[in-house]
Every structure is written in C-alpha cells, then in structure tokens.
C-alpha cells in the first residue's frame, strides 16, 4: 500500500475506534494527508527513510507545528504552538507521517490516564467481568493506540514510568533510552531532570527503530547527549549467550500477585535456557526511590508551571488585577492533582523544608545511582516487573493518591539514575490481562537493553 493509502485507513480506523477507546485529543487530516503524499513523492525516488510512511501517533505533552498540544490541560486549552519539537521533527525526517495527538494524565502527573481533561482513556483489554480499565499513564492514549494496532508506533514520555506502566498495562513495548539520549526541546516540561522521551511499540525491533529516529544530539537541549547514537535496531538481533542478568531481591514487594512473581520467574528461566548467567542482587536503597521521587518531580514540577500564567499560552481567565487574573487562571485550568504536586513542589523547596525534603530527596537520589553503578560492575542487565499489578478498573485508585504513587515503585529508580529502562510483554494473567517485564542496562547501553528485550519476546 501507498503512504496515502495508509494514512487514510489508519485516519479512519483512529475515528471509528475513538468511542470505545477515547485516546485521541486532535487530528489534522489536511497535514496527515500533506505528510503522507511527500512520503510518497520520496519512495517513488527511492528515497525512503527509517520510518518511511509509518503511522505515527503524539503524546499531547509534544509541540506538533500548528496542531492542538495542550498536555492535556484546560490550562493551554487552544495552544497550536508556532514550532515542532525535536523528538517529533525527527521522526518526519525519518520519513514518518503525523496521525493524531494523544490524551495523557495531565501534564504527565498520574499512572491511570483518568486526569486528562477530555475524560479517561479505555485500555482495549478488558477486565474477566467485562470492566473497563485504565491502560495505565501517563502516557495511556498511546499505549491504547499500539495496542489497539491503530499506528505503527507512538511517542510517550518517561518521567517516572509513564512509558514502561501503560506498556505493562496494554501489552505493548514501551522504551525510555539513557536520560538525555532524546531531546527534551518542545516536550512540556513535567521534571526535567527525570523527563525521558521515548517510544511505544508492537514488537522489540520496532522499538528499537522508532527510538534510534528520534535520539542523537540536540544543540536546543541542555541535558542532550553528544553522544553517537548506536545501531538499536542491529542489538535485537544478537545473542544473550553469556550475559549476567541481575535479579533485585529488593522487587519482591509486599502483596505483588503472585502470577507476576511467576512472570518474572519465567523471564529468567527463559534467560537461563538461552545461556544468560543469573545472579542475584541487591539495590539497597529502592526502598526510598518513590518517596524521594515524589519529592523531586513535585519540586521540579512547581518550578516549571510557574509560567502557565495566562500571559503566554493558552487560556486566560480574567481577574481584577494581575495577581487575581494569575489566581484565576491557575485555579481554573489545572487539575486537582496538578495543584497537589505544585502544592508539594513549593512545600519541599520552602525555605524553611529544603534541607530536610528536597536536599535529602537528592542524597537518596545519589544512593540510587551508586546501587545501580556497584550492580553493573557484576551483571550487564537488570530483570524486574515493569508494574506491581496488571491493569487496574477506572476510578478504583482515583480518589486515593498512594495507592496511585505505588504503580511507580519499580519504574522510578531508572528515571533517578538516568539508565535506560524498557518493558516488553510478558504474558497474561489468569483473568487474561496482559503483564510485563523491565530491562534496565547502565547508562548509554541500550543495545544490551534491546538484546535481552527481544530475547523474551
Ligand atoms: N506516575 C508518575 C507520576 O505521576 C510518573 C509519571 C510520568 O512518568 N510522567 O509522577
């Protein structure tokens, strides 16, 4: 089929699904159809890049040029930014086509895509009774989309799991790189210091793809590694004969169902069979990755909404004077988790409460780091559960913020050190609900990350 030809069925089959699965936040079929009928013109010159013709859905948390990016908050309600981000240029210019904008928990704050404000997103796995479920978030509308085979792949964002959850959640492969291997520039800031832009896709080697065309080094982003980006899509295809595989005792959690003890089990006795050698490690100092992560994302949080201040993007609402129009417009267009963690964020960077929330939050952090380096002189990957549950009815967390927290245990030490992380499926439970498994590598080897994830495919 043509790109042409594609794009419109995929269009269409995006429209028609949208009621059931309510994951999409914009479309602009004029631009699809532009970028389709290019990608055309180049594969008829033979031109065809990595991505040529695919696809593509967008979290809405990235600047696509002239179409609705509002993180899925009234706040920027109406924002069409003047620019593309950088991650998202990429993929265009591996030859991949816009398909649609996709809903999130708003500004990536949540892990059951119910904060967004066009409603919560259905998993297309449903429950053994019929529920329906969260695919997990933040970056829930993609997920839904790769799994529901509506695009080729999509973008999301990893700031403490919010690829590697919703990847669990809906059977698909979620990526997060090393933390600066992708470019931050045009992604709305949730925390920069732990945001990670990756993909979402059906199979490993895909993955691998979609995240090779969007890394490499971004002069418009700090934090961007120099670095060459290497060959992902070559490390699928290579043998884990003889590499040590790093099992946490420190995963085995408290009331974690006992088929994903099983799940991960499997993971390594189909590792073994394939000549890995597995040894057993400690990471010592997980147990305070979630409470110092809910410390420094809130902070970095409230330090980077303090523009939303009705001036420059989005919705204003007008008060009296300048202090009651930013009142107004503040309390209106965020979301009541939004303010929670703006609320967190400027409480733990107080005067009064920085050295004993957010300068600790940081010591653990340190902690963190030193755990995964002293693990990666002995073993050349980590194997976990990617989540403590399978995917969870709508509304059954929403109103208790821990329960919603611990999703993350496992996924946020991979964002406080900055190593890359990924979760590929892992079966079914016995209500027939998809599982995953985590792969975490030290930082920069991404390709052992891809060797061992397409091994357990
Ligand atoms: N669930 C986590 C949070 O709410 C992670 C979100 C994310 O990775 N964007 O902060």
Same mark, same amino acid.
């Given at each position: 089929?043509?790109?042409?030809?594609?794009?419109?069925?995929?269009?269409?089959?995006?429209?028609?699904?949208?009621?059931?699965?309510?994951? $999409?936040?914009?479309?602009?079929?004029?631009?699809?159809?532009?970028?389709?009928?290019?990608?055309?013109?180049?594969?008829?010159?033979?031109?065809?890049?990595?991505?040529?013709?695919?696809?593509?859905?967008?979290?809405?948390?990235?600047?696509?040029?002239?179409?609705?990016?509002?993180?899925?908050?009234?706040?920027?309600?109406?924002?069409? !930014?003047?620019?593309?981000?950088?991650?998202?240029?990429?993929?265009?210019?591996?030859?991949?086509? $816009?398909?649609?904008?996709?809903?999130?928990?708003? +500004?990536?704050?949540?892990?059951?895509?119910?904060?967004?404000?066009?409603?919560?997103?259905?998993?297309?796995?449903?429950?053994?009774? /019929?529920?329906?479920?969260?695919?997990?978030?933040?970056?829930?509308?993609?997920?839904?989309?790769?799994?529901?085979?509506?695009?080729?792949?999509?973008?999301?964002?990893?700031?403490?799991?919010?690829?590697?959850?919703?990847?669990?959640?809906?059977?698909?492969?979620?990526?997060?790189?090393?933390?600066?291997?992708?470019?931050?520039?045009?992604?709305?800031? +949730?925390?920069?210091?732990?945001?990670?832009?990756?993909? +979402?896709?059906?199979?490993?080697?895909?993955?691998?793809?979609?995240?090779?065309?969007?890394?490499?080094?971004?002069?418009?982003?700090?934090?961007?590694?120099?670095?060459?980006?290497?060959? $992902?899509?070559?490390?699928?295809?290579?043998?884990?004969?003889?590499?040590?595989?790093?099992?946490?005792?420190?995963?085995?959690?408290?009331?974690?169902?006992?088929?994903?003890?099983?799940?991960?089990?499997?993971? @390594?006795?189909?590792?073994?069979?394939?000549?890995?050698?597995?040894?057993?490690?400690?990471?010592?100092?997980?147990?305070?990755?979630?409470?110092?992560?809910? @410390?420094?994302?809130?902070?970095?949080?409230?330090?980077?909404?303090?523009?939303?201040?009705?001036?420059?993007? /989005?919705?204003?609402?007008?008060?009296?004077?300048?202090?009651?129009?930013?009142?107004?417009?503040?309390?209106?267009?965020?979301?009541?988790?939004?303010?929670?963690?703006?609320?967190?964020?400027?409480?733990?960077?107080?005067?009064?409460?920085?050295?004993?929330?957010?300068?600790?939050?940081?010591?653990?952090?340190?902690?963190?780091?030193?755990?995964?380096?002293?693990?990666?002189?002995?073993?050349?990957? @980590?194997?976990?559960?990617?989540?403590?549950?399978?995917? $969870? !009815?709508?509304?059954?967390?929403?109103?208790?913020?821990?329960?919603?927290?611990?999703?993350?245990? +496992?996924?946020?030490?991979?964002?406080?050190?900055?190593? !890359?992380?990924?979760?590929?499926?892992?079966?079914?439970?016995?209500?027939?609900?998809?599982?995953?498994?985590?792969?975490?590598?030290?930082?920069?080897?991404?390709?052992?990350?891809?060797?061992?994830?397409?091994?357990?495919?």
């Amino acid at each position: 089929v043509s790109a042409t030809e594609l794009a419109k069925e995929a269009l269409a089959a995006c429209r028609s699904a949208q009621g059931a699965l309510n994951a $999409f936040t914009a479309f602009d079929e004029a631009k699809t159809m532009a970028m389709a009928k290019a990608s055309d013109e180049r594969l008829a010159r033979g031109e065809g890049g990595l991505l040529e013709g695919a696809p593509l859905a967008i979290k809405d948390l990235f600047a696509v040029e002239g179409v609705s990016t509002t993180a899925s908050s009234n706040i920027l309600k109406g924002f069409k !930014p003047p620019y593309e981000s950088s991650v998202t240029q990429s993929w265009w210019d591996n030859g991949g086509v $816009f398909l649609c904008k996709t809903s999130m928990d708003e +500004f990536a704050m949540g892990s059951s895509n119910e904060t967004s404000n066009t409603g919560p997103v259905n998993n297309p796995w449903k429950g053994a009774k /019929g529920e329906t479920l969260t695919p997990g978030g933040s970056s829930g509308g993609s997920a839904t989309a790769v799994a529901a085979d509506l695009c080729f792949g999509a973008t999301g964002t990893d700031t403490g799991g919010s690829i590697r959850q919703p990847a669990s959640f809906t059977g698909t492969v979620g990526v997060k790189g090393t933390y600066g291997r992708t470019s931050r520039w045009g992604a709305i800031a +949730f925390a920069s210091s732990l945001d990670h832009p990756g993909p +979402f896709a059906k199979t490993v080697k895909d993955g691998a793809m979609l995240l090779q065309a969007m890394s490499g080094h971004d002069p418009k982003d700090s934090t961007s590694l120099p670095n060459e980006v290497p060959d $992902f899509v070559a490390a699928c295809g290579r043998s884990v004969k003889g590499l040590r595989i790093g099992v946490p005792k420190e995963y085995r959690v408290d009331g974690m169902p006992d088929e994903i003890e099983q799940a991960w089990q499997q993971g @390594i006795e189909w590792l073994k069979a394939a000549g890995c050698e597995i040894v057993d490690i400690s990471l010592p100092h997980t147990k305070y990755a979630l409470p110092a992560y809910y @410390i420094v994302a809130p902070a970095e949080a409230s330090s980077n909404l303090a523009r939303y201040d009705g001036m420059r993007y /989005g919705n204003r609402v007008e008060g009296k004077d300048l202090t009651e129009t930013y009142e107004k417009t503040r309390a209106s267009g965020f979301g009541t988790e939004v303010q929670r963690r703006i609320m967190i964020g400027t409480y733990v960077l107080s005067a009064g409460y920085y050295d004993a929330y957010y300068l600790r939050a940081l010591k653990v952090r340190t902690r963190i780091l030193q755990d995964f380096d002293q693990a990666f002189e002995k073993v050349d990957a @980590i194997l976990t559960p990617s989540a403590p549950s399978a995917a $969870f !009815p709508l509304g059954s967390k929403s109103n208790d913020p821990i329960a919603m927290y611990l999703n993350d245990v +496992f996924t946020v030490t991979a964002n406080l050190a900055g190593v !890359p992380a990924m979760s590929v499926p892992a079966g079914l439970d016995k209500d027939g609900l998809p599982l995953g498994l985590q792969i975490i590598t030290k930082a920069l080897d991404e390709e052992t990350m891809f060797t061992v994830g397409a091994a357990l495919e």
